[in-house]
């Protein structure tokens, strides 16, 4: 059993910088791949970033590329999602994941989910 506790979301406006926060508990991680994705109202749930657990490489899709980065502290048990030059369409709930089968996330394959959190970017 893994646990996924997603925090640092809020309210920003567009131009500005968020950094989300996952805290993992619950089992060692050395076999994961944890991750983020989002999702908007009404729209598909879009896989944002991966990183290994073990290794810290790092995977974004092309979409995603440049303005966010994932990181890892393998100490404390954490993930980061940096968003940087956030635009309003960037306004989504943000999901913390675990993926045991690969770096390249799918949502439908995903072992673990947090609960979300919500970021929001004004105009």
């Known amino acids: 059993q893994v646990q996924l506790v997603e925090s640092g979301g809020g309210l920003v406006q567009a131009g500005g910088s968020l950094r989300l926060s996952c805290a993992a508990s619950?089992?060692?991680?050395?076999?994961?791949?944890l991750g983020w994705f989002r999702q908007a109202p009404g729209k598909d749930r879009e896989f944002v970033a991966a990183?290994?657990?073990?290794?810290?490489?790092?995977y974004y899709p092309e979409s995603m590329k440049g303005r966010f980065t994932i990181s890892r502290d393998n100490i404390k048990n954490m993930v980061y999602l940096q968003m940087n030059s956030l635009k309003p369409e960037d306004t989504a709930i943000y999901y913390c994941a675990a993926d045991r089968t690969a770096q390249y996330m799918l949502a439908t394959r995903i072992d673990y989910w947090g609960q979300g959190t919500q970021v929001t970017v004004s105009s």
């Open positions: 990183i290994s657990w073990s290794s810290g490489r790092t």
């Open positions: 619950g089992r060692a991680f050395s076999s994961y791949n």
